[in-house]
């Protein structure tokens, strides 16, 4: 049997494929921490907390926007017939990476005690700075690594085959978690060594799994090399020499000076974008800190309400939100790629898909965590008096962050970092000046006060949506009308999903059980949610964008798959393979 070659990914695939990975990797990484916590204990998770925390600053510094900016370039490149540029841009994005990655590696080793007494003062009880110090310089290990396989990610992007990129995290996870696991048990069961010993070689897992993940993708890429000269002869066949506007092919590739300001202003870009999302939420936990104390709450009830808002209940959200992160990696070469040829039909075409594809997928999921958001904060965390509403609000936000998130990303795909940055800057500064307004008006009204900061949150980034639908209109002329009539054509499944989900609530209440019956009860729900809405939605033609992968056409043959769609299976060709391309021709 011969090796399975790569295939390039469409947008819409692509993003199926990397919301697989998002989610699978969030779930493993939720569950292990539940038994790893349980052997390193409160010391060793202090330990482990810090020394991620610093891990995680330098990483960005030293990666992030590397994978979409490598991207970026090359699907603009490939699309330009620059396809030398495309190979100096990944030589010059691995040696950004061995400068800046070692720079990193040798400050942490450097300055890791000083980094230690930051964190910990001079105590003969609990986590020494000794300890925290050892611990940076073990997982500085991971600086010597990741950026590399970052770089090699952002070169499977950028080639559109979003498969092996992803597949890569859920192995880099997987070998992590077992790594940990496994070694924190030898390490206290076998050899009886400290909790704190367990944590270095947590901490060594990390850059190990990291390792494996680099071979892979490594191992993928020279295996395949002629997908990658088929991916380039496709191009050039692709390619019209007769179209004034597009440079002749294999013209002098563009100067290094060129392609490193290129990749820098990517980077940067990406990067203060980065950080301006950090600044968002640090700037509503203060706030919200602020506004509580002003009002009356107790120091204890205020921690909680602001770790339930900023911790918790985001990682029940993160169902709904793992789509639009996995939407907005795919699209950044798709973009590129036709906003460098000036398709702007294309990228009008992209556009909508991506709205179609969180419609499809991320409003039902909402709609339903909504409906049942007081059982779904149960079990996973136990009864709470704020946590439902937070959640509810959570969930709001994150829909409108789906579009902003994936909006951003094709914007920073067409070398609009600025504007980006000046429209996330806007939202920043409105949600902070609404925050405590909206605090005290909440209060006043006697609603509960805590949820004015998520409105403001809302709002801000609503005002932020509408300023880069504009810009977008502006630049590419983008219509949502295709758009409006995908929302015309949900309104039936989804008021029927919700209409039976209201009934069942109704009927079967939740409230007064256990978690495990509980969590019995929603899969329930979850599943009479699915048979309505699915049928319904295959009728109308709402799941058409998603139902252009290989294995739906394949399953779209078999009877129950395709009657569950209110679709015919069909021996041949199905309807979705004669009618629906994920990337049409253009139209002149």
Known sequence: MGKKRLRENSFVEGSLIAYLAIIITKVMGLLYNIPFYQMIGDEGGFIYSCAYSIYV???????????????????????????????????????????????????????????????????????QASDLTFAFRVVALCLLIVPFLSVERGYMQGHKFIGVSSASQVIEQAVRIAFVLIGAYVTLYIFHQSQVHAVFVALFGAAFAAFIAWIYVVVKKRSNKDAFRSFSQKKINDFNPSDASLPPLEQHADPSNVIVKKLI????????????????????????????????????????????????????AMITAALPIGMANSIAPHIANSYAKRDLLDVNVKLNQAIAVIFC??????????????????????????????????????????????????????????????????????????????????????????????????????????????????????????????????????????????????IWPTEGHSRLFQTLQMVVFALAGIAVYLPLAGRTGVLDPLLTHPVAVRLLKFKPFALLLGRRPRSGKTAVEETMSDDPPNEK
């Open 361 to 506: 997928i991320n409003l039902p999921l909402t709609i339903g965590l909504i409906i049942f958001a007081p059982t779904v904060y149960t079990i996973f965390y136990g009864a709470s008096p704020h946590g439902p509403s937070i959640l509810i609000m959570t969930l709001l936000l994150t829909m409108v962050n789906s579009f902003v998130n994936v909006f951003s990303m094709a914007g920073q795909s067409m070398g609009k970092g600025r504007t980006i940055i000046k429209y996330t800057i806007i939202g920043i500064v409105l949600n902070a000046a609404c925050d405590l307004p909206l605090i005290f008006l909440f209060h006043r009204i006697e609603l509960r006060p805590y949820l004015g900061a998520s409105a403001s949150s809302i709002l801000g980034q609503s005002i932020v949506l509408a300023l880069l639908i504009r810009s977008l209109h502006r630049e590419v002329h983008f219509s949502a009308k295709p758009s409006f009539q995908m929302a015309k054509k949900m309104s039936v499944p989804i008021v029927a999903m919700t209409a039976v989900l209201l009934l069942l609530r109704c």
């Open 265 to 316: 202003r990517y980077c940067s870009t990406v990067v203060i974008y980065t950080i301006s999302i950090h600044i968002y939420t640090v700037v509503d936990m203060k706030l919200l800190l602020y506004g509580l104390d002003k009002i009356g709450y107790s120091v204890v009830e205020t921690q909680t309400v602001v770790g339930i808002a900023s911790n918790w209940a985001p990682k029940i």
């Open 57 to 127: 600053l330098f990483l960005s510094v030293s990666t992030s926007g590397i994978p979409v900016a490598i991207s970026i370039l090359i699907g603009e490149y490939n699309a330009l017939g620059k396809f030398k540029s495309t190979q100096s841009a990944y030589r010059l994005g691995r040696r950004y990476v061995t400068l800046v990655s070692f720079v990193s590696f040798i400050l942490i080793q450097i300055f890791a005690p000083a980094l230690s007494r930051f964190f910990i003062s001079a105590s003969d009880t609990g986590a």
